[in-house]
């Protein structure tokens, strides 16, 4: 069974601060996703990476993925209220690129 | 374009009844997953399907879930009888096509709970 790992699980920060959040696994996995969730609502997929060492941007969001493909961080700098969520990653593996998800980071970004 | 729609958004049943959720897809969409989402926890997939094929039901609880997608379009999920356990949200998702890289888009979910 393959299995993510977020952390940190919770975290609270002022408006304007910079923040990491890891995902970690013993597995490689084909790809990784990262998806933020809203209460109430389904999970919204951010990005894809696909290449060990891989970088993507997103406006103020930086994600990468390990060189080994078994892990990834999502960089946010300068961090705003509107980026509060619960930020999932999620591995795909397989022959039908069964999506495994992490349990999260619960983010509060506060004014 | 219309988005993944899910019904009903909240149902409370007791335990060992009978409850059941609709899925309705991105229209054209292939493949169709329901997860289930424990509070604290990141979704689990219970079923995928592809058309109305069944690819992987590994973590499907088979003894009391069912699920069906009649003509490769909408899609039901049953529990029969429901456990205190159960207690989550239901996701269903669905993409164009099974592939790395290819995006899931996920509807707004089912809240169950079970008293």
């Known amino acids: 069974t393959q299995l993510l790992e977020q952390s940190p699980q919770f975290l609270s920060i002022q408006e304007g601060e910079n923040l990491t959040v890891y995902c970690n696994s013993s597995s490689v996995f084909s790809s990784l996703q990262w998806y933020r969730q809203e209460p109430g609502e389904g999970p919204v997929l951010l990005v894809t990476v696909v290449t060990g060492g891989e970088v993507k941007k997103l406006k103020r969001l930086t994600f990468q993925f390990g060189d080994a493909r078994k892990d990834s961080s999502l960089h946010i700098t300068a961090a705003q209220p509107g980026d509060t969520g619960l930020y999932l990653c999620a591995g795909s593996g397989g022959s039908n690129y069964k999506l495994t998800f992490g349990k999260g980071t619960l983010l509060t970004v506060n004014p | 374009e219309a988005g993944v729609a899910q019904s009903p958004r909240y149902k409370i049943i007791e335990k060992r009844q009978s409850v059941a959720f609709w899925c309705n897809p991105i229209?054209?969409?292939?493949?169709l997953y329901w997860y289930q989402q424990i509070l604290g926890q990141g979704p689990k997939l219970l079923i995928q399907?592809?058309?109305?094929?069944?690819?992987?039901d590994s973590q499907l609880p088979k003894d009391r879930f069912s699920a069906e997608r009649l003509k490769g379009v909408d899609s039901t999920l049953k529990i029969q009888p429901a456990k205190l356990e159960d207690s989550a949200v239901y996701l269903c998702?669905?993409?164009?096509?099974?592939?790395?890289?290819?995006?899931?888009?996920f509807g707004p979910g089912t809240r169950l709970t079970v008293l």
């Open positions: 229209s054209g969409h292939a493949t």
């Open positions: 399907f592809q058309n109305n094929g069944v690819v992987d």
């Open positions: 998702a669905s993409s164009l096509f099974q592939g790395t890289g290819d995006t899931q888009y």
